[in-house]
């Protein structure tokens, strides 16, 4: 479980390093910052959707269709994602696919996110810390669940980026915009 204590890297738009604060700071001051995030699908293409638990410290209670979390200072992308995937889901050997970079700025929540896909199918063990439920879904379900339970903000954001990527990306990589959709480049 993640700690008010743990640094994080402050940066600026471009992605670079700029100072340090910790967890707690972070969310107070609602400060730039790096995170990451993963779809988890199994091999029937379902999503792993969980309802977070009452103690987190951002969106107590709600559900997410990701795997999210703070990227700590120093350390890459990757290595956040993989951390993650092992910490919430118990998953330690997926090689997690890079599909875009998505910049989050509202009142609540201030970060840009590495977002990945994971396909995963040993077992999954919930850190009950974290999640208090937790399921695949297919897709068509999980679409039903937004208009039935409470997501996290920045995770329907991004999910519905996800979907309009997935959906307008040509043959050669980009979507319809030009923005490349399959291998951004990332810091970190």
């Known amino acids: 479980m993640a700690s008010a204590e743990e640094v994080v890297d402050l940066i ?3 992605d670079r390093v700029i100072g340090r604060a910790r967890r707690r700071q972070v969310r107070a001051q609602n400060l730039l910052h790096r995170e990451v995030a993963a779809l988890v ?18 969106y107590p209670s709600l ?4 795997v999210a979390g703070v990227v700590t200072s120093g350390e890459a992308y990757e290595e956040a994602i993989r951390r993650e995937l092992n ?18 700025d509202r009142p609540d929540n201030n970060f840009l996110a590495a977002i990945f896909e994971v396909r995963w199918e040993g077992p999954v063990h ?7 439920w937790g ?7 999980l679409t039903a669940l937004i208009g039935e339970q409470a997501f996290v903000p920045d995770g329907l954001e ?6 309009e990527a997935r959906t307008s990306k040509g043959p050669d990589g980009l979507d319809q915009r030009g923005l490349r959709v399959d291998r951004p480049r990332i810091r970190g």
């Not at 559900?63 to 990701?66: E, I, K």
């Not at 910490?87 to 989050?104: K, N, S, V």
């Open 63 to 66: 559900y997410d269709m990701f």
């Open 126 to 132: 919930p850190q009950p810390e974290e999640i208090a």
């Open 12 to 14: 600026d738009e471009e």
């Open 135 to 141: 399921e695949f879904v297919p897709e068509r379900r």
């Open 87 to 104: 910490e919430e889901l118990g998953i330690d050997r997926a090689e997690p696919a890079l599909l875009f970079m998505h910049r989050y």
């Open 41 to 58: 699908r199994n091999r029937r293409g379902e999503v792993y959707v969980h309802r977070r638990t009452a103690t987190k410290d951002i």
């Open 158 to 163: 991004v999910f519905r980026r996800y979907l």
